[in-house]
């Protein structure tokens, strides 16, 4: 077959000239009406902004999924294990059954958008286009660098090094590239987000593109995660033995001091910090705990909620987010709440999440504490009740086809005393897997989900949608960024100011550890709290080497029962009271929908057997 060359009509799918041109905040949600010529698209403005506005498609809708990466890590749990995150959390993930694989961080997928990346810097740089506006080139081109940079971090974060391709392949090109070496990727990178902080400077760009900020994050993210101990080769190959020598350059560095790279990584958090405030970092005592809890909803709410009491100010904390997923018909609350509401509940917290938020006081959470054991859910760390529904919570007015079942508006988990006509009853929970309302998608775990599901009491999860937007990076990252490099690099003093000023803000005291492996160990567990759901946690548990501590552990739930105390009794509708009731809450491990357990293969992806086909030269994965 002949090479496809510039002579040719390539037809390819771009979105409406007409809807980019008019509706700008919905960029990202145009659909295409037909087609147009290839060597068209770049002589008019309309229809190139349209192609570039096409890439950002390959973000999909951030880590709103239906099946969110806190399934694959001891954050939560999938309601509906069938659909392939079972056999990741069970290590029998291989070339040929991948499990659960998200089209944001999957290999075709991404080297689809990496190509569009590369149409647009070729187009642009080469002069072959009819665009007359040097700033309207500038901003393009930005933003192909950044999106080509962002792929390239997703793929080298899940798999290691990858091959770098900067050409645009042709049909009788030889398609077998070798993988480049991880410090090669970084490098990549780094460049990519360098270049578009500079085109993109001084630019002022729709709500939902890139920025110059934003693509210094992404240079602050890939730099800690360089950093890591997964990376550096000493740290790596004292944790993971085996590994073939020739794969080593595709999973760290060769040489070089970590030291270095910290302070790299350091730098480049710092550039970030420099650029803006975040939200409420300027406090030099503890928020109260009701401003704590509030602060951090306000956060995760990114500006889009109206309920009572939210500011809509905390979006500041924000540097580059997808907005508009309502526009995608996307019902995240309904993917995720409360089954008595008329909700999936999909990705529940386990308890592994859930005792590992700290008492208000600072101090650690016990079941062996006989007083907290006794009462789990009180005096927690301010962010645990924006972030966990518990049996208890208040939450909002249920359906009211369901019948005034629940005037309380309280999730439901445990089985209750309660009294009918035939006298003592177990009544199972609204909220739980006997529900009358709905008894087949309640949690296995006990919990629910709260924290990126709009509190507005108007919102019915079940049939509405919400507008909160996914926080692809924040500022308050780049912080911990910043600590983290501060605390390997022994600079504690800087360390422990910025932790204290995320502590702060949630309501929480300052740390009490001096040393740097108390500060190390302060820094993790406050950013698995903060940074929860995020897609934070089953990145951070591979790259700091403790996976096989933390992600491979047994899913843990919690069972709630409500007696009767001695003369005290309820009838219908229940509502917790613990006037009434003697509740009882017995924490469980649970291997029954998921037997997790940990393979030190699954610090990285598989490639597929069928890559691997097409591409003779690219090199599995270790244990694969």
């Given at each position: 077959m002949k090479a496809i060359n510039k002579n040719i009509k390539l037809y390819i799918l771009i979105f409406t000239i007409i809807f980019a041109a008019s509706c700008k905040k919905d960029f990202l949600n145009v659909e295409s009406p037909g087609q147009v010529p290839a060597e068209s698209v770049w002589k008019d403005?309309?229809?190139?902004?349209?192609?570039?506005?096409?890439?950002?498609?390959?973000?999909?809708?951030?880590?709103?999924?239906?099946?969110?990466?806190?399934?694959?890590?001891?954050?939560?749990?999938?309601?509906?294990?069938?659909?392939?995150?079972?056999?990741?959390?069970?290590?029998?993930?291989?070339?040929?059954?991948?499990?659960?694989?998200?089209?944001?961080?999957?290999?075709k997928q991404m080297y689809n958008r990496i190509r569009a990346?590369?149409?647009?810097?070729?187009?642009?740089?080469?002069?072959?286009?009819?665009?007359?506006?040097?700033?309207?080139?500038?901003?393009?081109?930005?933003?192909?660098?950044?999106?080509?940079?962002?792929?390239?971090?997703?793929?080298?974060?899940?798999?290691?090094?990858?091959?770098l391709i900067t050409k645009i392949y042709v049909l009788d090109d030889n398609y077998n590239v070798k993988r480049n070496t991880y410090e090669e990727c970084v490098n990549f990178i780094v460049k990519d987000c360098d270049e578009a902080s500079r085109l993109l400077t001084g630019k002022t760009l729709d709500k939902g593109r890139t920025t110059a900020t934003a693509a210094l994050a992404l240079k602050s993210r890939v730099l800690i995660y360089a950093a890591s101990d997964l990376h550096d080769r000493a740290k790596l190959t004292s944790k993971i033995t085996g590994i073939a020598a020739q794969k080593l350059d595709f999973l760290s560095y060769a040489s070089g001091s970590q030291a270095d790279r910290y302070r790299l990584a350091q730098t480049a958090a710092k550039a970030v910090m420099d650029l803006g405030t975040g939200y409420k970092l300027n406090l030099s005592a503890p928020a109260s705990v009701a401003d704590g809890q509030l602060n951090y909803k306000s956060i995760a709410m990114g500006g889009a909620s109206k309920a009572p009491g939210i500011d809509a100010t905390a979006a500041s904390d924000l540097i580059f987010a997808r907005y508009f997923i309502i526009q995608n018909n996307i019902k995240h609350a309904q993917q995720n709440g409360p089954n008595g509401y008329h909700n999936w509940a999909g990705n529940t917290p386990i308890g592994l999440l859930v005792d590992d938020y700290e008492m208000k006081d600072g101090s650690k959470f016990s079941w062996t504490n006989t007083t907290q054991k006794a009462?789990?859910?009180?005096?927690?760390?301010?962010?645990?009740?924006?972030?966990?529904?518990?049996?208890?919570?208040?939450?909002?007015?249920?359906?009211?086809?369901?019948?005034?079942?629940?005037?309380?508006?309280?999730?439901?988990?445990?089985?209750?005393?309660?009294?009918?006509?035939?006298?003592?009853?177990?009544?199972?929970?609204?909220?739980?897997?006997?529900?009358?309302?709905?008894?087949?998608?309640?949690?296995?775990?006990?919990?629910?989900?709260h924290k990126f599901i709009d509190p507005d009491p108007t919102i019915v999860d079940a049939s509405m949608s919400q507008n909160v937007p996914w926080p692809f990076f924040r500022y308050t990252e780049a912080v911990f960024n910043y600590i983290e490099a501060s605390i390997e690099l022994g600079e504690l003093n800087n360390a422990t100011t910025w932790l204290n000023k995320i502590r702060f803000r949630a309501g929480m005291p300052a740390v009490t550890a001096t040393d740097q492996d108390g500060l190390r160990a302060a820094y993790r567990h406050e950013r698995r709290i903060e940074m929860a759901y995020e897609e934070q946690r089953y990145h951070d548990a591979r790259r700091w080497l403790i996976a096989n501590e933390t992600l491979g552990r047994k899913t843990t739930y919690i069972k709630v029962t409500g007696k009767f105390k001695a003369g005290k009794t309820m009838s219908a509708p229940y509502h917790y009271d613990n006037t009434v009731y003697d509740y009882t809450y017995t924490p469980v491990t649970e291997n029954a929908q998921e037997n997790r357990s940990w393979d030190n293969k699954l610090y990285f992806r598989p490639f597929s057997r069928d890559e691997v086909n097409k591409n003779n030269l690219l090199e599995q994965n270790p244990g694969y």
């Open positions: 403005p309309a229809t190139a902004q349209a192609f570039v506005n096409d890439i950002y498609n390959g973000l999909g809708n951030g880590g709103f999924s239906e099946q969110m990466l806190a399934s694959v890590s001891d954050e939560a749990l999938f309601t509906h294990p069938t659909r392939g995150i079972d056999l990741v959390n069970n290590a029998t993930i291989n070339p040929s059954t991948l499990g659960w694989v998200d089209d944001t961080w999957a290999y990346c590369n149409i647009t810097i070729e187009k642009i740089t080469s002069g072959d286009n009819g665009l007359s506006s040097q700033s309207l080139k500038d901003q393009l081109l930005g933003e192909a660098y950044f999106l080509r940079a962002y792929y390239y971090q997703q793929l080298l974060r899940y798999y290691g090094a990858v091959p009462n789990p859910y009180q005096d927690r760390d301010p962010r645990f009740y924006a972030t966990i529904l518990y049996d208890g919570a208040g939450w909002k007015p249920r359906d009211k086809a369901s019948g005034n079942v629940d005037p309380a508006s309280q999730i439901q988990t445990g089985i209750y005393d309660l009294m009918d006509n035939s006298g003592r009853i177990d009544f199972k929970g609204l909220d739980t897997r006997a529900s009358s309302i709905e008894n087949w998608n309640g949690s296995w775990t006990g919990y629910y989900y």
